[in-house]
């Protein structure tokens, strides 16, 4: 079946630090890759995508890379801020299937200290 | 667009009774997905719904749950009897493009 594995959180960062979420897969088939935020009291929202190997997700400085031969997806930025604390969930969905139901992983809390 | 809305944001009932959780999709999207968050058990994903018929209900727990879609701007979870171990957040999602979805801001249910 399909299953998405983060790393143990949760991370704790000083601002201006490089942050690395390990994120890896298993799954049959070539399938799409996610990253979602939550924030606290928040729903989850898409952060970044990537639909097929060696693409680069990218967006508010977060980068995530489609590694197909190590089936990855690490979520990186160059420098955190106090404003990027929240959850970060990995997810794939997987395009062989007529399933259109997102697999999450568990969840990697960030926490970024002034 | 006011984006996804669900209500009650929270709800504190007693064991046994029963709990509705409702959920306004986004205008035009044609999945909908009801979630549970835990500590425990992270997210969950319930059943789901394409175009008002469900798709994919085996995530749901047990046939205390239910879910509906009588029209395409309005679901419905419910719980009856509910239980302690019941207490989780709920999210409604609507989907805008594979894999893309619009969560709501969720409903923390309490069962005491």
């Known amino acids: 079946g399909n299953s998405v594995t983060q790393m143990e959180g949760p991370v704790t960062l000083s601002e201006e630090a490089f942050l690395t979420i390990n994120c890896t897969y298993t799954a049959t088939g070539y399938p799409s890759l996610f990253w979602y935020v939550q924030y606290p009291g928040e729903g989850l929202q898409l952060l970044l995508k990537a639909t097929k190997a060696d693409d680069k997700g990218s967006n508010k400085g977060f980068e995530a890379t489609y590694r197909k031969e190590t089936t990855s997806f690490h979520l990186e930025k160059g420098s955190v801020q106090v404003s990027d604390s929240a959850v970060y969930f990995c997810?794939?969905?997987?395009?062989?299937?007529?399933?259109?139901?997102?697999?999450f992983g568990s969840g990697t809390r960030l926490q970024v200290q002034p | 667009d006011a984006g996804v809305i669900q209500s009650p944001r929270h709800e504190v009932t007693e064991m046994g009774q029963e709990v509705t959780l409702r959920c306004k999709p986004i205008?035009?999207?044609?999945?909908l997905f009801w979630y549970r968050q835990t500590m425990m058990r992270g997210l969950e994903l319930l059943i789901y719904f394409n175009n008002n018929v469900p798709i994919d209900d085996s995530g749901m727990p047990e046939d205390r749950f239910s879910a509906k879609m009588p029209n395409a701007s309005f679901s419905t979870l419910k719980i009856q009897p509910s239980e302690p171990r019941d207490s989780a957040v709920y999210f409604c999602?609507?989907?805008?493009?594979?894999?893309?979805?619009?969560f709501g801001s969720g409903t923390r249910l309490t069962v005491v």
């Open positions: 205008s035009g999207h044609d999945y």
């Open positions: 999602a609507s989907r805008v493009g594979e894999g893309v979805r619009t």
């Open positions: 997810a794939l969905l997987p395009m062989d299937t007529g399933r259109r139901a997102l697999t």
